[in-house]
Structures are given as C-alpha cells and as structure tokens.
DNA sequence: TTGTAAGCGTTATCAG
DNA sequence: CTGATAACGCTTACAA
C-alpha cells in the first residue's frame, strides 16, 4: 500500500547523505562528533549545511538501539506530591538534561519496585535513581544489569547520595539546647527509612552527650504528614509534664504540630518550642515560621544524577553493558554527606519559666 | 573482538525462538499479543514457557525503531517545585503508566519551547502535554507533526484540558456576596497566564451581576507567591478604605495573604476573609484553614494524558504518524471543563461590623 | 578520506 | 499456521 500522503516526513541521515553527495555513513561521522572522525572541512561543511537545510535531527531511537544506550535515566520516587520528592526529581532532571540524558519519570505508587524497574529495562534506560524507596527488601536481583545511584537510603551494595541526617537531628538538639531546653520531645514515624531513622539517632544522641535523655513518652510514633503531627502534638500536650520543646522528623509533621498547637492556644514559641526538618517552602507560610534544618533536595537530586551519569559512562567505556553490579565502580566512591543547615526562625525561642539556665551561659 | 565476558545478557526474541525450536517471528507474534495472531496453541505453549525461562523482556527500543512510536509521552512544565504542577504530572504519570507509556519529564526552565520539543522529537516521543506554557506566542512549527495536548491552556489550534477557571472566581464571588461582603479585592498575577485570567474573570463578572465592583485599588497584581500574596495584602490593609474580603488567584497568595494578616494582627476572618484557589495540601496548614475552590490537578494531568493516548493512537492507527496538526482530531473534541469546587473552611465569616445585610436573607 | 557491508532487536509482509 | 526476508535509522569496523 503506498504510504499515505504524509507531511514532511522526518529527514534521515540518508537524505542528508543525498543531499549532501556523499554516503549515509559519512554523515553520521560528521554529526556524531566522533573525536577520531577525520573527514575532510570541505564535506564536513558540505553535510552540516544539508543536514541545517533538511532540518534534521538524529533518530535517538534507532541510535539507542546500535548503541545499547537509551541516554536516558529512570528516575523513581514514591509520591511526587511531596514537596521533597518533587525537588529531588527537579534537581535530577536539570543536571540530566544538561548531560544530554532524558528522564523518565517514575511514580513508586502500588505497583512492585521490581516491575517498575523490569518496564525501565525493558526502554533500554541507562540507569535509574531510586528515592528513599523504603529498606524494606529490594530482591536486589531487581538491579540485576543496572546502574543505580540511591537516594538518602545508603547501601554498602550500592553507590547513593545522602544528606546528613544525623547531623540534622544534632543541629536540632544542639540547637534546643543551648536555648536552654531540657524537656524535650521527638515525633517521627515509624518506617524504616533511613533518613528519619538518623534523624532521631542525631537528635538523641546529641542530648545524650549533653546528659539529657528523651523521656519514652516524650517519644511519638507518627505517619510523617500533617495529621501525623497534630495528633502527636495533642499527645504531647496532654502528658502531665508537658515538653517545652519538640524536634519532628520532618516539617509535614512540625507543621502539624505547629497546627495543633495554635489550635490548642499554646503559644509558639513560649510555650512550646518546635524545629522541623526539610525546609520545605512551606515552612516559611506560617506564622510564626517555622525553624527547621534545611535539606538540599534538589541538590542531593543533581548529584544523584550526576553520579550514576559517571556511573554509567565509566560503565559503557569498560565492560560493556553489564555493568553496575559491583558497588562504587572505581572506588571513587565516598559517601560524603551533604551538609544540612540550621534555619532559626519563628518557633524557638528559651523555654518560658524555669530551666531556662545552663547552656546559656 | 570476543565480547567481554558478559553476565547473562538480556535474551532477544532469537535465543527466545531458539529454546523454543521456532523461528524469531513467531516469538514475536506470539508475545505481541497481536489480535489476528493465530498460532497454534502448542507452539505458543512453548514460546510462552521459554520466554519465561529465559526471563525475556522485549526490547522496547527496537520494537520502537520499527514501529515509529516510542510509547512514550513528553510532560513538560513550568516549574515541578509547584505542587499544582507536580500534581498535575502525578496524574498524567499514572494514566501514562496504566496505558503503557512512559512519561518522559522535562521542566522548562529558560531553555527556549522549541528546543525542548526538539529533544523530544527526537526521542520519537508519541505526544507530548504542555502544562500551562505561558500562551506567548508559541511558534506552532514547534509542534509540526507533534501530538499535543495543552493542559490549562485552551487554544483554537489544539486539544487540551482545563479546568472551569472561570467558575472559581465565580464561586469565590458568590460564597463572600452571600457572606454579606460587598467591599472585596481581589489579587492575582499579571502574567497571561490564561487560568488565572479567567478565574479573575469570573469573580468580577459574578459581582458585577450582583451590583458589585471591585475598585481598582483593591485589584492588586502580584506574583504568584507567598511574597506576593504577602505584599498584597499589605497594600489592600493600608488602603483607607479596606476591603472586607479577598479573592485571590491562587493558594499561594491566599496564603501569602493569611500570612500578612496574621502577621499583623489582622483578624481572618472576623476583619478579613481570605478566599484561594487551587485547593493544594497545604491549605489546611495553616490556622486558619484557607477556604478555597478546589481544582483537580490530579484529574487535570489524567485527562490530559489519557486524552493524549487517544489521539496518539487515533492518529497511529489512521494516517500514519504525521498526525497531530489538525486540532481536535475526529471532532470528538467536547472542550468540557473539569468542574471546580468550593471548600469552605475556616477564613471566611461574615464581615464583622456593617453590611451584614443582604444575601443573607 | 570516504564508501561498503554488517548488524542492533523488533515488527511486518509475504510465500510455503 | 509458520518461516524466510526485508525493513526501521543509525553506528562501526573494514575496504577501497
């Protein structure tokens, strides 16, 4: 059947080739700035003018498949309504497009972590950058044949960026301290993933140091969104010995508890001192705004990126496709963490009457 | 050159076929699920169980290359860090996912409209959906044999998706007239950016039906942001005569708003009623609840998606792949505007002192 | 320096 | 019903 009268169908490199009086391979020689594709500046010029004129535009397909090399990353959170998760990706994306990698977005969802990834296999896709996917565990044969980067969910099996989270819940607690607080509570949520796991580790032992310890019913379980914080709030208002303080594992949940306390008519700061973490936008929406320690998500986002691109390129110049098995690659691997930053704002101050001593010097 | 010892390389229909004792074509009619595919039952027997021995996977690359569609979807957008946008994507994502396509992510940035298509092109993405892309003259060769869906964005020349934009405003109008507010401003950007335009447009056409204007004083242009929302409202509550209540055009200036009055010590809402739009998570953060006229996000990047596949596949099936540069494709095209919906929470009351008369009845 | 030949892994169009 | 055979658009030796 003859084809239907189509527009302007796509010029290939054979139509440049044409146009341009030379073979089609010659004018993938030309355009894939190949270093050792000696060709003569006269045909160079040549082609580069008919390719210009015919609007062409290599098939990244058709290169992916001779290449095996889609050049392009999976990326897979598990809910990009989360504020964090969304900067993370933004990140990601900016470094990838600038490397001349597309993204192919993933949303974690229901679905099984291991057909997620049999579907980004399936598209030839390079690498895939796996955001704080719960511990829980990953068949690991799931990998099998890709180059992973984790996010902020080290791994001794494989490469990852983090923040340092630990030194997060520090700040916190250090932070609290010299303010003056003693009375001290912590809300975070019950998973297993690891970012809030180190929270809580910093701020605990950081208080630890300082001879404080967290009283056990001073230590609430919450699912790490608003009304995780404002019921875990309440809960900690009602106790007999109320906390002047709280360091929540991130700032959906001090922002509950923000919430709950207004609510309440607790005064902020006064009566109840509250440090998130994340510094989110909206840490800065309420009034007063909120103090947190602030988590480069888009940054960690672009060195994620940024790693399994090297990942990847080191991977395709050696041993071919199989690669991304074995943990650092060329053990250039150092899981530097990134830094993350006290932001005092609106929610601390010195606890209202007493204890208000000591680290104040 | 021997290939470099490579771990179980991914099985290709060949080795499928070879296990199975047939030929590469009947793998390949066999997994494709292809309708006129009769085989007999034996033989796909045995193709199905070596395809599942071997664990193969096709490769979507080269069915690509053949098929000229690449089951995949560009979504580009302004800027991820908005969660009206993250939302929007979110739902595309998971349409995309359950249709079989793959969502390739691009944010705008600066890059130039046209170059960003071009990469997709090259890709051979099958369509792509543009969120809110400022209506500045887009060159429409841009999107030459392009499959579009535009979302928030009507245009004569594409199919798209958007919400009632013009029925917030109108419901934001309606709920603060029958409060008994007839001293009302309202707040929104001046960027073209067709939504907030037309929500604007339906609050001052809604009073304007009841006998009210809004005074140009107390029609604020303001970027779309906390910052914004927070000058604004500054600026309306030095004005001699303050309004009683506002309407702005988005979450992020209520919120800026709400920001401003409590900031002030201006009361929401005995002094000020506070009305936004879009209905995003943290509307309920703050004390109190922002009233607001919700907006699908979610359900916008849906539609747009799966009305993208539509034509995707229309156009496919059809004349081949130069589709997508008539408009509504087989006039299916019912422009219908995805309903929007108040959400009265806690920052509009009656006015406090005078004018509580009225629609109150 | 440039052209020829041979794939990459599928799908599609035929004969057998 | 199944098996050759020919693309799809490009890269990569290898020859001329």
New interface residues.
């Given amino acids: 059947m003859p084809?239907?009268a189509?527009?302007?169908?796509?010029a290939t490199s054979h139509d440049v080739a044409a146009r341009a009086g030379v073979s089609q391979p010659t004018v993938s020689l030309v355009l894939s700035s190949n270093p050792k594709a000696r060709v003569a500046s006269a045909t160079r010029e040549r082609v580069l003018r008919a390719a210009e004129e015919l609007g062409y535009?290599?098939?990244?397909?058709?290169r992916?498949?001779v290449r095996r090399r889609?050049y392009?990353l999976g990326?897979l959170v598990p809910?990009?309504?989360n504020?964090f998760f969304?900067?993370v990706?933004?990140g990601a994306?900016?470094v990838a497009?600038e490397e001349g990698y597309?993204?192919?977005?993933?949303?974690q969802?229901d679905?099984p972590l291991e057909r997620q990834l049999?579907?980004l296999?399936?598209?030839?896709i390079d690498g895939v950058i796996l955001d704080a996917a719960g511990a829980s565990a990953v068949p690991a044969a799931a990998f099998?044949?890709l180059n992973v980067v984790l996010v902020d969910r080290p791994s001794n099996g494989w490469p990852g960026v983090a923040s340092d989270a630990e030194g997060a819940g520090r700040l916190a607690a250090e932070h609290l301290l010299a303010l003056g607080h003693r009375r001290l509570a912590f809300v975070g949520p019950s998973t297993d993933v690891h970012a809030f796991r180190m929270r809580e580790r910093g701020f605990v032992r950081a208080l630890a140091a300082a001879g404080v310890t967290v009283a056990s019913e001073r230590l609430r379980r919450a699912p790490a969104t608003?009304e995780g914080g404002q019921a875990a709030m309440r809960a900690l208002l009602a106790l007999p010995e109320r906390p002047t303080a709280v360091f929540c594992a991130n700032d959906l949940l001090a922002?509950?508890a923000?919430?709950a306390c207004?609510?309440l008519g607790v005064a902020i700061p006064r009566e109840m001192s509250i440090v998130g973490c994340d510094d989110i936008?909206?840490a800065?929406?309420?009034?007063p705004e909120l103090t947190t320690v602030a988590v480069p998500a888009r940054e960690l986002g672009a060195r994620a990126a940024r790693l399994l691109v090297r990942e990847i390129e080191a991977a395709g110049a050696g041993?071919?496709?199989?690669a991304g098995?074995r943990a650092a690659g060329a053990g250039s691997q150092k899981p530097r963490l990134l830094p993350v930053k006290l932001v005092v704002r609106g929610t601390t101050a010195a606890p209202a009457a007493p204890a208000a001593r000591g680290a104040a010097r």
Avoid: C, M, W, Y
């Fill in positions: 084809r239907p189509r527009l302007p169908a796509r535009r290599p098939n990244v397909i058709a992916s498949l889609s392009a990326v809910d990009l309504g504020q969304a900067d990706v933004s994306e900016r497009a597309a993204v192919v977005l993933t949303e969802r679905a049999d579907a296999r399936a598209r030839q099998d044949g608003l922002l509950g923000h919430k207004t609510g936008a909206f800065r929406f309420v009034t041993a071919g496709a199989g098995v």
